[in-house]
């Protein structure tokens, strides 16, 4: 059965029964709209890109003292060899918390894919999943300092924030995945149908605010990844600090990561795509901006929506509040109406992912009946984009993005791109070239030491999984701007050594980083892959059943405990080593033989294929190869073997 689409059911006779809004929004409960206050006296409004944010780093070291607890429990249960834990922890409270290993989890774009295989990674992390303790791998999740998402990645890095951090298993409970949100008829408590969320829309439009695409796709995702009341439809960004087991200090912060259209991004059929050099911005409960590039300065979450010129608010009794909204966020996070809409219209050839490193054919085409690849087709987003002028006068140009009042509007620090713009155009944070939102977890400020890089990016063809090009991407733009990253080969290493297929350490020697600092990250790469199931589900897929959710969750923890230790006895060992690896280093202590010897088997060692090869011609071309996998633990049988006797 072929996968139907984000929009299936959209067409212009539904849409433009909106076009007359006065009418609508006066039967919301709770409100969409962002409201106008009287302006605090005491809020920096803008906050240059040095160190954290104050309130951040007053978080962050409470739950560094959490994470010591947690983390002592998970080092008993590892028992690694020859290491004095006792001591190890005790050196660690004396330097007052400075030392414990800072985690981070990192889940990448790719719609329904990274999301749903995302969190069966984080379920394998998760010490109150009785599996994960007896796999050692328990424990990890309560350790980590950060979670950062970007478009279908940001879903889960929201949701449970939202959820109050349940289980993996119970917060599936709570987003009936087996729900086609996209063709809802009638609104329920789990789905929104278009009358709904254009009347959500229409709030905020008749508040004075605009109105585009993001704002409609994230009203209907809210259905399924937020709580609350009719989709959570007022729940704001900021506030998830007040939720218990951030305000306790027990969950990681989540950070969501974004880009934006300049004017100078190259122009296909009236919409823009951003370059692979543009800015990446991020938005946390506490702020939002950028640490290089287009500002190097933040503003507070809170108030956005705020009119801001050079740093002093325009009008003291028009602050905003509740611009922030938790849907607006995952809507201007994963949104991409505008590489959708080029991609369509150029059938694959213009401004496609920069994710993507090789074509797509009509060959490729055989295998993937229930692996959909065209996320919204043109006559949809054609609809789409006129209903939006008509009925919220924003022109295509426009709605294809999100618009965010631009609070950094006459700063001098902000590049002339944007100083004289009154709104920012906020678009997924993939489609800029990192597809894994590792930016905001190697800013020097956040001192992160050990990342989990999951991928599901869908990069390469015949049966679309990872090639490591987002992470090698990473790299590029690390080195360009001068942070510390590990280096990372291209995709044909990553194809070589089977990379697609297993997990791999890089920067463990920091000769082998960007600036060849030991502090450097260690970064672990984890590409979805088929062990007990082909898990490479279509990123725009708007249902799947709880019998295809159990095989991915049980997939995702294959891979993340190396089938149950039957790959490598000693995996969950070697992870550990991993983590703590950056901190032992602070504390002077030495690798033991065990996590040497783990090093030498995981940790890529500098080694790398030719990218680019010399045609006939003379010219230089990229090396592309496919990525055709099998079970790991299945194998002999083919995908499209598996593909003729699922439903799914």
Not at 326 to 350: C, E, K, P, Q
Not at 435 to 445: D, K, N, R, T, V
Not at 500 to 518: E, I, R, S, Y
């Amino acid at each position: 059965m072929q996968a139907r689409n984000v929009i299936t059911i959209i067409t212009l006779a539904t849409l433009t029964n909106f076009s007359g809004v006065t009418g609508l929004g006066s039967d919301v409960v709770g409100s969409y709209a962002p409201i106008r206050v009287s302006c605090p006296s005491d809020v920096q409004w803008i906050r240059p890109a040095e160190g954290l944010n104050p309130s951040e780093a007053t978080w962050l070291r409470s739950r560094k003292a959490v994470i010591v607890e947690n983390f002592a429990q998970y080092l008993s249960r590892l028992e690694l060899d020859s290491f004095d834990v006792t001591s190890y922890l005790k050196a660690i409270n004396q330097s007052e918390y400075e030392n414990v290993p800072s985690l981070g989890f990192a889940i990448s774009g790719g719609g329904y894919a990274s999301a749903y295989t995302g969190t069966g990674a984080l379920r394998a992390l998760d010490d109150r999943l009785p599996a994960a303790g007896e796999q050692s791998t328990g424990g990890l999740l309560q350790s980590l300092l950060y979670q950062t998402g970007l478009s279908g990645g940001s879903w889960p890095t929201v949701s449970f924030a939202a959820h109050d951090w349940p289980t993996a298993d119970e917060i599936v409970e709570f987003w009936h995945p087996d729900i086609a949100r996209p063709s809802a008829g009638n609104s329920t408590q789990y789905a929104a149908n278009k009358t709904s969320i254009f009347t959500d829309l229409a709030t905020k439009f008749k508040a004075g605010f605009p109105v585009t695409t993001p704002d409609y796709f994230g009203r209907m995702w809210s259905y399924e990844f937020l709580p609350g009341v009719h989709g959570g439809v007022d729940k704001t960004f900021s506030s998830l600090v007040d939720v218990s087991a951030l305000r306790n200090h027990q969950a990681p912060l989540p950070i969501l990561q974004l880009s934006t259209i300049s004017r100078s991004d190259p122009d296909f059929y009236g919409l823009q795509a951003p370059l692979e050099t543009a800015s990446t911005y991020e938005v946390t409960p506490y702020e939002f901006g950028a640490w290089q590039g287009d500002f190097s300065s933040f503003t507070p979450t809170a108030w956005l929506g705020t009119e801001l010129e050079n740093g002093a608010v325009v009008n003291m009794s028009a602050c905003v509040q509740g611009f922030d909204k938790i849907s607006f966020m995952l809507g201007s996070s994963s949104t991409a109406v505008n590489m959708w809409y080029i991609d369509d219209r150029s059938n694959g050839t213009l401004a496609t992912f920069a994710k993507r490193s090789s074509p797509e054919g009509p060959e490729s085409r055989e295998d993937l009946i229930k692996r959909q690849t065209v996320l919204v087709p043109l006559s949809q987003l054609d609809a789409l984009l006129e209903v939006f002028n008509e009925t919220f006068h924003e022109t295509s140009d426009i709605a294809a993005y999100g618009s965010w009042p631009n609070p950094f509007m006459g700063l001098n620090t902000t590049t002339p791109s944007f100083r004289n713009d009154s709104h920012l155009k906020i678009v997924d944070g993939s489609i800029a070239g990192q597809g894994i939102p590792l930016w905001s977890l190697i800013q020097p400020a956040r001192g992160v030491d050990f990342i989990f890089a999951w991928d599901s990016t869908t990069d390469v063809h015949p049966n679309l999984w990872s090639n490591g090009t987002n992470l090698h991407n990473m790299y590029l733009a690390a080195n360009r701007s001068g942070l510390s990253f590990p280096i990372v080969p291209a995709a044909p290493t990553f194809i070589k050594n089977n990379y697609t297929h297993q997990p791999v350490f890089f920067g463990c020697d920091a000769n082998l980083t960007t600036t060849k600092d030991p502090a450097t990250p260690i970064v672990l790469y984890l590409a979805n892959a088929p062990y007990s199931t082909y898990s490479n589900i279509s990123a725009s897929q708007p249902t799947t059943s709880r019998a295809q959710m159990s095989e991915i969750f049980t997939n995702s923890f294959d891979l993340l405990t190396q089938a149950n230790g039957t790959l490598n006895q000693e995996w969950a060992q070697c992870l550990g080593c991993a983590a703590i690896d950056r901190s032992l280093t602070r504390l002077g202590m030495e690798r033991t033989l065990q996590c040497q010897r783990c090093m030498h088997r995981y940790c890529w060692n500098g080694e790398s294929v030719p990218d680019q090869i010399a045609g006939p011609d003379g010219a230089t071309y990229e090396v592309t190869e496919e990525v055709d996998l099998e079970m790991v633990l299945k194998p002999g049988i083919s995908f499209a073997e598996w593909n003729a006797t699922h439903s799914f």
